[in-house]
T-cell receptor, first 109, second 113 residues
């Protein structure tokens, strides 16, 4: 079945450093979604990527969808303490959407 | 706007007890979802409802039943709770049929002893 792997599992950065999390699927995806979950909170939808090679930006966040539509990345430039949380990708193939295990980001002020 | 509301927020059950988790959304969304979240495993879909009166099994449906009472409400029932069902349960909704969940409730933290 479809699997979505996310790396790294944890990332600790100094405030101001960049951060990247990667999402890899065992199968070609229709689209991919990214979510952020603050500690003790609920997931918050960030963005959806649909097209091969697509790149979208939200302020300091840059999202990419691979050319083969099997991988994706989320890059945060100059992290801030407000970026703390777990970032999840969720890949969809046909009617089946699977979440990655998430990357937990901590930021040292 | 409340968005997606889940009740209760916390619950402790004994093995074999039954319970219904309630979820309601006020955004007039067609699609609603139930997920469980376990440490280190991300979210796993239990059941999905594309519209009132329709439900479909997700990745981990065993031990659960759902009911889409109307467009607003989507409940999750554990008929005979087991310790393996200890988890955080999230309800979510979407305005897209077959689309990704867009809005999540605050979750129900369920412990089964």
């Amino acid at each position: 079945g479809q699997q979505v792997m996310q790396i790294p599992q944890y990332q600790h950065v100094q405030e101001g450093e960049d951060f990247t999390t990667y999402c890899n699927s065992s199968t070609t995806l229709s689209n991919i979604q990214w979510y952020k979950q603050r500690p003790g909170g609920h997931p918050v939808f960030l963005i959806q990527l649909v097209k091969s090679g697509e790149v979208k930006k939200q302020k300091r966040l840059t999202f990419q969808f691979g050319e083969a539509k099997k991988n994706s990345s989320l890059h945060i430039t100059a992290t801030q303490t407000t970026d703390v949380g777990t970032y999840f990708c969720a890949g969809k193939r046909n009617n089946d959407m699977r979440f990655g295990a998430g990357t937990r980001l901590t930021v040292k002020p | 706007n409340a968005g997606v509301t889940q009740t209760p927020k916390f619950q402790v059950l004994k093995t074999g007890q039954s319970m219904t988790l309630q979820c309601a959304q006020d955004m007039n969304h067609n699609s609603m979802y139930w997920y469980r979240q376990d440490p280190g495993m991300g979210l796993r879909l239990i059941y999905y409802s594309a519209s009132e009166g329709t439900t479909d099994k997700g990745e981990v449906p065993n031990g659960y039943n759902v009911s889409r009472l109307n467009k607003r409400e989507f409940s999750l029932r554990l008929e005979s709770a087991a310790p393996s069902q200890t988890s955080v349960y999230f309800c979510a909704s979407s305005d897209q049929a077959g689309g990704q969940p867009q809005h999540f409730g605050d979750g129900t933290r369920l412990s089964i002893l």
